[in-house]
T-cell receptor
């Protein structure tokens, strides 16, 4: 089976740091993506991890542990515009299809 | 680069009619495209994988006769919702895989379907 879980909602304050977790149980793993999605819009790419470790890109970082089936997205210096849904997606080898996690709605408060 | 368009961006139709949604890769060739649906406050659910020149592969629980997919060229895939009913109302999003850009998928802007 394919279970990809994320917390449903999170709230944080402007300027703070927030970590959004993603745990997965899948077979044929070939990488994990993080996307940001504002309501009514398409997802936009944030990061891609295929090897264990931390990938940093500006205010956003993503971490992967393949042995633990675990990833997180770290958002620093939160801004109001970061209020959105954050989706992790596991890429399956052989088919190139993504299976999306349950998604996390992040609300940034002033 | 790597732009994907969808048309229409929104559509309202009567119950029982069919609706066609187009997904185009504008500046790259996409041998594989994917169709997702998304209900309010939920994540994206993969419906099917569309391969150029061959039959689509549907995910478990998705009716292939209900959701017809055609991928006739390297830049165009279409999804037809046949005999639409109110429960088919959803946000439909396509994505395209650029074979020259690793494993990343590029998403279209989505189509909001409302069935009355």
């Amino acid at each position: 089976g394919q279970n990809i879980d994320q917390p449903t909602e999170m709230t944080a304050t402007e300027g703070a740091i927030v970590q959004i977790n993603c745990t997965y149980q899948t077979s044929g793993f070939n990488g994990l993506f993080w996307y940001q999605q504002h309501a009514g819009e398409a997802p936009t790419f944030l990061s891609y991890n295929v090897l264990d470790g931390l990938e940093e890109k500006g205010r956003f970082s993503s971490f992967l542990s393949r042995s633990k089936g675990y990833s997180y997205l770290l958002l620093k210096e939160l801004q109001m515009k970061d209020s959105a849904s954050y989706l992790c997606a596991v890429l399956f080898s052989g088919t190139y299809k993504y299976i999306f996690g349950t998604g996390t709605r992040l609300k940034v408060l002033a | 680069g790597a732009v994907v368009s969808q048309h229409p961006s929104w559509v309202i139709c009567k119950s029982g009619t069919s609706v066609k949604i187009e997904c185009r890769s504008l500046d790259f060739q996409a041998t594989t495209m994917f169709w997702y649906r998304q209900f309010p406050k939920q994540s994206l659910m993969l419906m099917a994988t569309s391969n150029e020149g061959s039959k689509a592969t549907y995910e478990q629980g998705v009716e292939k006769d209900k959701f017809l997919i055609n991928h006739a060229s390297l830049t165009l895939s279409t999804l037809t919702v046949t005999s639409a009913h109110p429960e088919d109302s959803s946000f439909y999003i396509c994505s395209a895989r650029d074979v020259n850009r690793y494993n990343e998928q590029f998403f279209g802007p989505g189509t909001r379907l409302t069935v009355l």
